[in-house]
């Protein structure tokens, strides 16, 4: 990155630009940092992390799953857009309707015409209501999306059985 900017600059000072600007123009080095997706560390170590939450970015595919599972990426695959605004909508009412009971991330998985839902719910409604989310969103996002839909939850009693560590 120095050399182009190093180039940059000789190009500007053979052409005048440079001396007449000379104030305008500034150059940085790039400063390579790797921040976004990352957890900061709390200076008691008392910050509870998930697995998921726990493995960096660049962990993906390798030691994390991908929070959703759809061939539309890929290349000539169908409605890319389409299903980002889904994934999202989905995500957006599964935490709505499930108010502070999810708690792990919410995974979408898509194959063929189906789309599963899976995650992580805590105990703290009775079962005939759990029963009868599970059957809402089933059915609502199922009227909406045009396909079938199913949700795959686990349930844990308490937010530290999800706890993979503390940092």
């Known amino acids: ?18 001396s007449r600007h000379k104030r305008l123009f500034h150059l940085t080095a790039c400063c390579q940092k790797v921040q976004a997706g990352r957890y900061r560390i709390s200076p008691k170590g008392d910050k509870p992390l998930t697995y998921e939450m726990a493995n960096p970015p ?18 000539g695959g169908l409605r890319p857009a389409e299903t980002a605004v889904e994934d999202l909508f989905i995500r957006k009412f599964m935490t709505g309707t499930w108010h502070n009971l999810f708690e792990s991330e919410v995974i979408i998985k898509r194959q063929h015409n189906i789309i599963r839902i899976a995650g992580i719910v805590s105990q703290g409604i009775s079962p005939r ?5 599970i059957g809402y969103c ?3 996002l199922g009227f909406w999306l045009q396909c079938p839909v199913k949700l795959e939850l686990q349930t844990v009693s308490e937010k530290k059985d999800v706890v993979f560590k503390y940092i």
Not at 1 to 18: N, P
Request: aromatic share 10%; proline share 0%.
């Open 1 to 18: 990155m120095a050399g182009i900017g190093r180039t940059l600059v000789k190009i500007l000072e053979h052409e005048g630009v440079l």
């Open 58 to 75: 660049h962990q993906i595919a390798h030691r994390k799953s991908w929070n959703s599972w759809n061939t539309s990426n890929l290349v």
């Open 129 to 133: 209501k759990m029963y009868f989310l």
């Open 138 to 140: 089933e059915e609502i």
